[in-house]
Nanobody, 124 residues
């Protein structure tokens, strides 16, 4: 089992920045692929970013490319999402997810473990 706890969400004005963190415990974190997803009110949960266990070659949704950066620290069992130039359309609950494996995964159905989410609200 893997437990994931997100933090760092909150209200922010458009153009501002937030850094989300996801703390993992349980199985060996360094062998897990990690992803960030988000769900806005009335919408389906969607992919934001993913990173493989080595930390290399991250992948981003087109809507956040150039503004968001995913990173991880295997020594701290943590993954991060730095969000810059935030827009009102980024408002959502953000979830981190984990999957044992050496690849990088985009579909949410690939992920085995999920956190409870952290709310990000961007005002115009």
């Amino acid at each position: 089992q893997v437990q994931l706890v997100e933090s760092g969400g909150g209200p922010v004005q458009a153009g501002g920045s937030l850094r989300l963190s996801c703390a993992a415990s349980g199985r060996t974190f360094s062998l897990m692929a990690m992803g960030w997803f988000r769900q806005a009110p009335g919408k389906e949960r969607e992919f934001v970013a993913a990173i493989r266990w080595t930390g290399g070659s991250p992948v981003y949704a087109d809507s956040v490319k150039g503004r968001f950066t995913i990173s991880r620290d295997n020594a701290k069992n943590a993954v991060y999402l730095q969000m810059n130039s935030l827009k009102p359309e980024d408002t959502a609950v953000y979830y981190c997810a984990a999957k044992p494996g050496v690849s990088i995964y985009i579909p949410l159905s690939e992920y085995d473990y999920w956190g409870q989410g952290t709310q990000v609200t961007v005002s115009s």
